[in-house]
C-alpha cells in the first residue's frame, strides 16, 4: 500500500541560510523569474538589454563593406590579428565568426585566421549583424491558440519550441511568432509574454496583448492566483500523493542545471502532486502524477522529483535518480515506444481575467509523443474521486492543495 501525503522537506538550514530564504519569499524576486520550466532569465540579461523592438549596434547595421590593401608594414601578419587592428570597434570573437563564415576575402578567396597575408593582398570585409540582433523580429512561427480575445490570448506551445530568445535559439521563438501575428506586441515587454515554459515541456501558457493585461496578470503570477496544473511521467513508484519542499538554485557545479541548494541562494520551493497510476516496467515502475505548483521556480518540478529519487522520463538533464534524504533511486528500463523529451505536459492553466475578472480555465490535451507512450504504458488510472488525499478541486477546475478555509 502506498504511503498517502507525503511529505518531503530540506533538513534544518542554519539560522543564516533560513533568514535569506525567508527574506526572498518576502520579496517576491523577479516574477518572470518564477516560472516552472524555462531556461533562466539571465539569458535574457546576456542579450544586452534587448527588448522586443530594440534594433542591434548602428555600427553593424550601417557600416558598410570594407576593403584596404596590405601595406609592408602588415606583410606576414595573422589575417585575425590584421582584422582586429583594422576593426578594432569589434570583437575578436565576432570577427573570427566573419572569416569562418566567408564574410571577409583576401585577394577574392577566403582564408583561415590564422592564414599569414601577404604585402599587396586586398582585404574585403563585409560587416554582419550579431545573430541577436534577428532575436526581436516578426517571424511566421505557427502558434496553437486555444484561447484569444482583445486582452489576452492562451497558446498550446508543442514541445522543442523556445518561447524566448536567448543563446542558442535567437529565432523561431513564440516570441518571434507573437510580433508577426500582432506587429502592436513590439510595444509590450517581451511581447506580452508573462512567463514560459521550457523548451521540450509542451502544454497550455498565456500571453498578455495589453499592458494593463500584462501588468495584472503578472501580479497574479506573484500572488500565486494562476493555477499551474502539470501531468508527468516519472521513473518508481510515487506515493499516493505528497509536496516537496525543498529550496531550488542554480546547482555550483554545473550552471546549466538548477538543484536543491541549501544556502542563501536558494529559493523556497514547493511542489504538490498527487499519483494517477503506476505501472511495472522491466524490474521497475513508472508512475504517473499531477502536479501543482505552490512556487514555479525554473526546472521547479524536474529538480525536485529528481531529488526524491524519481527523476522524470525522458528528462536529459535531471536523469540522475538523486538519493537524497536516503530515497532509493528509481529503476529505469527501456521505454515501450520512444521519447525524445521530458514527460512533462502543463495540462490545465486556470486564472483571472484581467478585464472582465472572471475566473476561467483551459485544458489541453497531451500531445501525440506522450499520449501514445501513456498508452503503450496501458495505466490503470486512479480513482480521481478518492478522497482524504488532501486535494479539492478549485472553481477554475485546478486541482489545489488543502481547502482555502
Known amino acids: 500500500?502506498?504511503?498517502?501525503?507525503?511529505?518531503?522537506?530540506?533538513s534544518p538550514l542554519p539560522a543564516t541560510a533560513a533568514k535569506g530564504i525567508a527574506q526572498q519569499?518576502?520579496?517576491?524576486?523577479?516574477?518572470?523569474?518564477?516560472?516552472?520550466?524555462?531556461e533562466d532569465l539571465t539569458d535574457v540579461a546576456a542579450l544586452g538589454g534587448l527588448e522586443a523592438g530594440a534594433q542591434a549596434s548602428p555600427i553593424e547595421l550601417e557600416m558598410q563593406q570594407v576593403e584596404f590593401e596590405v601595406d609592408g608594414a602588415s606583410h606576414g601578419e595573422r589575417l585575425d590579428k590584421l582584422l582586429a587592428r583594422h576593426l578594432s570597434g569589434f570583437s575578436r570573437s565576432r570577427l573570427q565568426q566573419w572569416i569562418e563564415s566567408g564574410a571577409v576575402l583576401v585577394d577574392g578567396e577566403v582564408r583561415r585566421s590564422k592564414a599569414s597575408v601577404q604585402m599587396g593582398e586586398r582585404v574585403v570585409v563585409r560587416p554582419q549583424a550579431p545573430a541577436e540582433s534577428r532575436a526581436f523580429v516578426p517571424e511566421d512561427v505557427p502558434l496553437e491558440v486555444v484561447y484569444e480575445d482583445a486582452a489576452m490570448l492562451v497558446i498550446d506551445k508543442p514541445a522543442g519550441l523556445v518561447v524566448h530568445p536567448a543563446a542558442g535559439n535567437w529565432g523561431g521563438t513564440v516570441l518571434n511568432g507573437l510580433l508577426h501575428r500582432y506587429p502592436e506586441a513590439v510595444g509590450l515587454p517581451r511581447a506580452g509574454i508573462v512567463h514560459r515554459l521550457d523548451k521540450e515541456t509542451s502544454g497550455l501558457?498565456?500571453?498578455?496583448?495589453?499592458?494593463?493585461?500584462?501588468?495584472?496578470?503578472?501580479?497574479?503570477?506573484?500572488?500565486?492566483?494562476?493555477?499551474?496544473?502539470?501531468?508527468?511521467?516519472?521513473?518508481?513508484?510515487?506515493p499516493e500523493s505528497g509536496t516537496i519542499d525543498a529550496p531550488i538554485g542554480r546547482d555550483p557545479r554545473e550552471r546549466i542545471r538548477m538543484a536543491i541548494v541549501l544556502t542563501n541562494s536558494g529559493k523556497p520551493s514547493r511542489t504538490h502532486f498527487r499519483t494517477l497510476g503506476t505501472v511495472p516496467l522491466g524490474r521497475g515502475h513508472v508512475s504517473m502524477v499531477m502536479c501543482q505548483l505552490e512556487t514555479g521556480r525554473t526546472h521547479q518540478i524536474r529538480v525536485h522529483f529528481e531529488s526524491i529519487g524519481h527523476p522524470l522520463v525522458g528528462d536529459p538533464v535531471y536523469h540522475r535518480a538523486a538519493t537524497q534524504r536516503g530515497q532509493r533511486p528509481a529503476i529505469k528500463a527501456p521505454l515501450p515506444v520512444p521519447l525524445g523529451r521530458q514527460a512533462l505536459h502543463a495540462f490545465r492553466l486556470g486564472l483571472v481575467h484581467p478585464t472582465t475578472g472572471k475566473s476561467m480555465s483551459w485544458e489541453a490535451p497531451p500531445p501525440d509523443d506522450l499520449q501514445a507512450l501513456i498508452e503503450a504504458l496501458d495505466f490503470d488510472r486512479a480513482d480521481d474521486e478518492d478522497e482524504d488525499d488532501g486535494w479539492v478541486e478549485g472553481e477554475d477546475g485546478a486541482w489545489e492543495y488543502g481547502d482555502d478555509d
Open 25 to 38: 519569499a518576502a520579496d517576491s524576486a523577479d516574477t518572470l523569474n518564477e516560472v516552472e520550466d524555462l
Open 205 to 238: 501558457m498565456v500571453v498578455a496583448r495589453t499592458l494593463t493585461a500584462q501588468t495584472d496578470l503578472v501580479r497574479q503570477l506573484q500572488a500565486r492566483t494562476v493555477k499551474r496544473t502539470y501531468l508527468a511521467l516519472v521513473w518508481g513508484e510515487t
Open 1 to 10: 500500500m502506498k504511503n498517502s501525503v507525503k511529505h518531503y522537506s530540506p
